[in-house]
């Protein structure tokens, strides 16, 4: 049902074969997720697709370098860290 939006509730859970009371039966959940595809992104795929930018990866690369530059200077310890953190 491609417009599912534009129709009534109790015409899409006709059209699925649902009970509002009871909601799906697992062998319905099963089939669903095989003819449809499972709902949701894992939350680890949510967080890497953040850095799947190019600005980000320039901003990134950039801290490195900063980080690399402050070790090279001689600084140590937290401030070496800190301060291409927040620049």
């Not at 680890?44 to 490195?64: P, S, T």
Request: net charge negative.
């Amino acid at each position: 049902m491609e417009d599912a939006y534009a129709r009534s509730v109790s015409e899409v859970l006709d059209f699925f074969g649902v009970d509002s009371s009871k909601g799906l039966t697992d062998f319905q959940v099963s089939q669903h997720a095989r003819l449809y595809g499972k709902n949701g992104t894992p939350f680890w795929k949510l967080v890497f697709k953040q850095f799947d930018d190019l600005l980000v990866k320039i901003l990134i690369a950039a801290a490195l370098v900063s980080f690399l530059l402050a070790l090279i200077n001689g600084e140590t310890g937290l401030i070496a860290f800190l301060e291409p953190s927040v620049r």
